[in-house]
Every structure is written in C-alpha cells, then in structure tokens.
C-alpha cells in the first residue's frame, strides 16, 4: 500500500497570509504511461463531505478559486493556499489514485491565527 | 447538477447487517467507476471500495474484505454497499464518491452506527 503523510497535523495563520501543506507519498504516484502524478487535494469543513481542490497534483477544480495551488511530482507535493480567508478553516487531505487501495494523508487542520 | 444521496445508515448490533444505497442524478451514472469512502467519528477519510462502470472490475480495502459487497444498478442509477458482520470499528459516515480518477463528487454521507 502506498503510505501518505502530511505535514503538518494542524497549522495556525493569520488572514491574508499563505499556508503550505505537505504530502509525501512512500512511492511515487508519477505514471509513466501519462506522465500525470495521480495526487489529489481536498478540503473538508465541519459537517460537510470533502471537496475536491486539485486533481493530477496541479489541476485545479472548476470553480475553486485561484488562490488554491498545486505543486510538486513524484513523491513530493504540496498544497499552497496564498492570501488565506476565513472560509479556507479546514480540514485538507491528500490522495493517491496511482494504485489499489487508494490511500489518504491523515489530514492537516488549517486554522485562523 | 450532479447529485449523489446516500441512505440506509442507522444504528445496528455488532454481527449485524445494513445496505446502503447512493443514488445519482445530473449526470450519466453508467460511465462512471463509483466508490465508498469512510469516516469514523473524528477521524481522517479511509476508501472501502471500488467498481467500475460496468461492475466487471471490484476491488475492497482489506478491513472490509469478505464482509463487505459492492454492487451498482446502472438503470436505477444507483450504486449500494452490502455490509454483513459488522463490528464496532465499522462505525462512521459512508460517502460515495464518483471516480474521475480523483473523486470528483461526493454525497453528504449516512451515519453507520454498530453497537450493543
């Protein structure tokens, strides 16, 4: 199984500042035959299903806006939320869809400082 | 729109059953792969299970494997999760997800409680 491990757990910043999540994967997700990371973000509020961000570690999703951003490939990717709103409070997890079973980071818990 | 609108959950005892149901509208069920996803009480998202569009290819996560079945209805629009033998850890919110590769929709969950 492919092991995914966000840093970090829970991360305080203050409005209008960036915020920067982690995720590594303990085998890379880059498939070769597309050469498209299969790495995904999503949000999650309280009481809310998760929300798909960004798909292929850096597509972002219709109608997510652009201060959300992607990066990084192989096993190294990172969730970038620049000028951060008080409606970004939340839980982001990472996911691979490279291989069976598809596998989540344990969360980072994003809040207002 | 799309929509997916899980039901079925409720309170069962351990050793117990429940099916749960998901069913879709705003968008052509029978060409998408469907997935459960879920959530204990408090806790990050697990992924359960998996089919494609046409039911030919199954897959499960080992902590559910022989007790949990997948199965779709195409022409009701309707994917389902057969849960038998329930345990106390099975305990959470099921979602359906709708695969795109990435899981681009989800429904709002049923609430699966096992206990005596």
């Known amino acids: 199984d492919i092991v995914m491990t966000q840093s970090p757990d829970s991360l305080a910043v203050s409005l209008g500042e960036r915020a920067t999540i982690n995720c590594k994967s303990s085998q890379s997700v880059l498939y070769s035959s597309n050469n498209k990371n299969h790495l995904a973000w999503y949000q999650q509020k309280p009481g809310q299903p998760p929300k798909l961000l960004i798909y292929?570690?850096?597509n972002r999703e219709s109608g997510v806006p652009d201060r959300f951003s992607g990066s990084g490939s192989g096993t190294d990717f990172t969730l970038t939320v620049t000028s951060l709103q008080a409606e970004d409070v939340a839980v982001y997890y990472c996911?691979?869809?490279?291989?069976?079973?598809?596998?989540f980071g344990q969360g980072t818990k994003l809040e207002i400082k | 729109e799309v929509q997916l609108v899980e039901s079925g959950g409720g309170l069962v005892q351990p050793g117990g059953s429940l099916r749960l149901t998901c069913a879709d509208s705003g968008f052509t069920f029978s060409s998408y792969s469907m997935n459960w996803v879920r959530q204990a009480p408090g806790k990050g998202l697990e992924w359960v299970s998996y089919?494609?569009?046409?039911?030919?290819?199954?897959y499960y996560a080992d902590s559910v494997k022989g007790r949990f079945t997948i199965s779709r209805d195409n022409a009701k629009n309707s994917l389902y999760l057969q849960m038998n033998s329930l345990r106390e850890e099975d305990t959470a919110v099921y979602y359906c997800a709708r695969s795109n590769g990435q899981f681009d929709h989800w429904g709002q969950g049923t609430l699966v409680t096992v206990s005596s």
């Open positions: 292929w570690a850096s």
């Open positions: 089919i494609t569009s046409s039911s030919s290819t199954i």
């Open positions: 996911q691979q869809y490279y291989s069976i079973p598809r596998t």
